[in-house]
């Protein structure tokens, strides 16, 4: 009985320490056009994202 609360509990500490880590940036990739014929579509394709991105970031800026 003591070894598995022994185990439980180094199971909770090596959780809650794996949650110190730093935080990874997320990396948003856009494939579109931004030149020649199609160059308004891959603008506005990219001005969609990164409204979206900025909207998902600050919430409340709506």
Same mark, same amino acid.
């Given at each position: =009985?003591k070894?598995i609360? %022994?185990?439980?509990?180094?199971? =909770?500490?090596c @959780?809650?320490? @794996?949650?110190?880590?730093? *935080? $990874?940036?997320?990396? %948003? ?12 579509? !891959?603008? /506005? !394709? $990219?001005? !969609? +994202?990164?409204? /979206? +991105? *900025?909207?998902?970031?600050?919430? /409340? $800026?709506?």
């Amino acid at each position: =009985m003591k070894t598995i609360l %022994v185990k439980i509990l180094a199971a =909770m500490l090596c @959780a809650l320490l @794996a949650a110190c880590a730093q *935080e $990874q940036p997320i990396r %948003v990739g856009f494939i579109g056009g931004l030149s020649d014929r199609n160059s308004d579509n !891959g603008q /506005a !394709g $990219q001005n !969609g +994202v990164i409204l /979206a +991105v *900025e909207q998902f970031i600050n919430p /409340a $800026q709506k």
